[in-house]
């Protein structure tokens, strides 16, 4: 194959087949095939060696990936083991396997993409509350822009927490400001809900007394990560909002109480929520963590959880790790307290910042907000999006 006329044959540089941009990079100076693949040197002198197979299954022509979706067709079920003929031109990769079958690797696509690289993404990773934390405020003007939608998924993804303010007070602007992020996540409370003093209710939410700090719906297998809270009017004295965050509690707890992080986080225990329509059960334990001991979810809703179903010498342990974990997420260190003003909206990742409200007196004067749930890859996908234009 002639490397410069592979080269005119493409009209610019490879493209990898993807949506998501890459950045150019150093160009290649050197792909020397040895034992485990194929070894490459970039101008900046970074090197890597990848596996003929790993390159194989990379291959972005029309062949192996969909034009369209940009979906892999190649299924890499058998190992390569003749080594292809090896050309760089403009810096970039070209390859002519064994079959004749020809690929074209971007210098830049395989520079961020190298096993000694980090893979760039534009989704924060979780920060804990710091001391004094107040969470993120957008303008609902500004939110409806694309940065101001970017610097709100940015504070949810990274915090967990965040407010729209100055928003219109009108009906469903909940619906509409969630649907710019991704479809409404319903559960047995619908897809859209009133939170609102009424009669014969079938939650505590729907009532005027206060609500200890809990997650909604920890019955549930998978419980809704991102809760919004629209308010339409908030005029009874109380009813001040409480949050406070999963992840700093945590870390305070295995500070605290290591056994205490070990029994609620190793313990299944019940949760159930029924009424006359629904039954919704699930055991899970209080805290799940991953291997590294990072957060997953915190499941704490003392109204939904169900019989302790332990054996009886564990019992006792239990309840003591329960009332640490209890009082640490209650205590002014790791609270935080505000009223949520009518044309405000506060979302909060629900299976991380617990929530909670002081008691209001419906008598002195009329509260209403409309909630929905999001799934939180949607708001990460979202900014993903975002991030390609900017």
Known sequence: ???????????????????APYQDGPSLTEAVPTDEGIHLTWQDGQHTTLPLLWLRDHCACPACRHPQTRERLYLPLEDISETPTIELAGGHLYLTWQDGHESAFHSGWLYQRRPEAEIPTAVPSLAPWRDQFTPERIRHADFLTPEGEKAWLTAMLRDGLALITEGPLVEEEVSRLSERIGPQRATNFGSRFDVRSKPNPNNAAYTAVGLPLHIDLPNWRQPPDIQLLYCLQNEASGGQSLFADGARVVDAL?????????ILSE???DFRFQDDTHDIAV??????????????????????????????PKMAAWYRAYRVLWQLFHSEAHQIEFTLLPGQMVAFDNRRVLHGRREFDPNSGARHLQGTYLDRDMLASKLRVLARSS
């Not at 490397?3 to 610019?12: L, R, T």
């Not at 500070?255 to 205490?260: I, M, V």
């Open 1 to 19: 194959m002639n490397s410069a006329v592979f080269a005119e044959e493409q009209h610019q540089a490879p493209q990898m087949g993807e949506l």
């Open 283 to 312: 055991r899970e334990p209080v805290i799940k963590l991953d291997a590294d001991g990072n957060l997953i979810e915190i499941r704490l809703n003392n109204w939904i959880r169900d019989t302790l179903h332990l054996p009886a």
């Open 254 to 262: 295995r500070q605290q109480d290591p056994e205490a992080l070990k």
């Open 267 to 269: 313990t299944a225990i």
